[in-house]
């Protein structure tokens, strides 16, 4: 039986790589996996890379810039049209995305008629972006909202490729506007690659129940940007609480409490027979 791998295998293996890109180095993996693959031109498979490209950036909510318009949209399954095209919802145009050349292009205005769901969605992304601004200097987010079921995406990134680290927080929210139920989660990446390789992946799931309702649009605005500020802080707090807590539990437990010899260390012995050698040179 052959060992070798076949393309078909390598290329189901370079999905999975192209999937786990740590943020902002989708590009770097990219160009390696092309020399690991050893092809000389990647136009006949460019289809297949193509879907892996998509499926990362519908995951990674990555944000994009629109022509003509301050602020940016999200790329995410929530808003795609068709293969190729994406909504807008804030600003109500379509536009065409290259996930592999990440271009946007062919950007259009729809025609959405004015309603009660636009205007909830409308007071919600106008909280939401108030959130944004106050705790996510690099903040994108999107509001989806359609037949009771409301979408909340929020992305931030932080790219420092020159002192080694990039990082990616994403949190998603899902409003049932019957129930006042609210179901969402955080998920945060960090990359540092200064001689080595170290990557933190942390997520965090909330459920919570609205005390307003949708009759009220600014109330019921509010009362989300809220609930999702409550879980958000938090949840933050305790990430740090975890990590200061580390050098008493998780870091002491690597290493011994006591040396081989069961004996604790006396330093001042040390320092004693360190000094003697210091007066008599001869001892050396």
């Not at 990647?42 to 950036?57: C, I």
Request: charged share 30%; aromatic share 10%.
């Amino acid at each position: 039986m052959s060992d070798k791998i076949s393309m078909e295998e390598k290329l189901k293996i370079a999905h999975q790589f192209i999937l786990e890109s740590p943020p902002g180095e989708l590009n770097d993996v990219f160009n390696d996996l092309i020399v690991l693959l050893d092809i000389d031109d990647y136009k006949d498979l460019l289809p297949e890379f193509v879907k892996s490209f998509q499926e990362y950036n519908n995951a990674n909510f990555i944000p994009v810039e629109l022509p003509e318009q301050k602020t940016k949209a999200i790329i995410s399954k929530f808003g795609m049209i068709d293969d190729e095209h994406y909504l807008d919802p804030r600003s109500g145009n379509s536009f065409a995305f290259d996930h592999f050349h990440q271009k946007v292009d062919d950007v259009q205005k729809l025609e959405i008629e004015e309603s009660d769901e636009t205007k909830l969605r409308e007071a919600v992304d106008k909280e939401i972006q108030k959130y944004i601004g106050e705790h996510f200097p690099e903040g994108v987010n999107a509001v989806y909202y359609k037949e009771d079921k409301m979408t909340i995406i929020i992305t931030a990134n932080k790219y420092n490729p020159d002192n080694f680290w990039n990082g990616r927080w994403r949190s998603i929210y899902h409003v049932n506007t019957e129930s006042n139920e609210v179901t969402g989660s955080i998920k945060s990446n960090v990359h540092y690659y200064e001689d080595g390789n170290v990557q933190l992946e942390w997520k965090k799931d909330t459920t919570f129940t609205l005390s307003k309702n949708k009759s009220n649009p600014t109330d019921y605005a509010k009362a989300i940007a809220k609930g999702i500020d409550d879980f958000e802080r938090n949840a933050e707090i305790s990430l740090k609480e975890t990590y200061n807590n580390q050098a008493d539990t998780v870091l002491k437990a690597l290493r011994r409490a006591l040396p081989i010899t069961k004996q604790k260390m006396d330093w001042n012995q040390i320092s004693y027979f360190k000094l003697g050698n210091e007066l008599n040179p001869k001892s050396k």
